[in-house]
């Protein structure tokens, strides 16, 4: 059973760090379609960074400049390091993956993020 688990979220004030890492099991990563996302009380999920298809990645404007993605192929982990963290910032957040997405697929494709982790609760304070 595909499992996808969030850890490193908590408190912190405005300004701080946190690294969120998600490590899989029963699954690969594959390094393409796959990403963060976050929804906070009363708002949407929104994209936060992913990896696309062609294994760029992207990054949603309001992060863009503390916030990065990264994966370790040999852990089979993804992570998020965010930076200068603001209360807006604050939401769950939860990693995603296209599991039908095996390779390189190009940056136009549509990823359908179907796996989901349980999410990890990132607070912070002003």
């Known amino acids: 059973q595909v499992q996808l688990v969030e850890s490193g979220g908590g408190s912190v004030q405005a300004g701080g760090s946190l690294r969120l890492s998600c490590a899989a099991s029963a699954y690969t990563f594959s390094g393409y379609c796959m990403g963060w996302f976050r929804q906070a009380p009363g708002k949407e999920r929104e994209g936060v960074a992913v990896f696309e298809g062609d294994g760029s990645t992207s990054y949603a404007d309001s992060v863009k400049g503390r916030f990065t993605i990264a994966k370790d192929n040999a852990k089979n982990a993804l992570y998020l390091q965010m930076n200068s963290l603001k209360p807006e910032d604050t939401a769950m957040y939860y990693c995603?993956?296209?599991?039908?997405?095996?390779?390189?697929?190009?940056?136009?494709?549509?990823?359908?993020?179907?796996?989901w982790g349980q999410g990890t609760q990132v607070t912070v304070s002003s």
């Open positions: 995603a993956t296209d599991h039908s997405v095996i390779s390189w697929v190009g940056y136009n494709h549509q990823c359908v993020y179907n796996y």
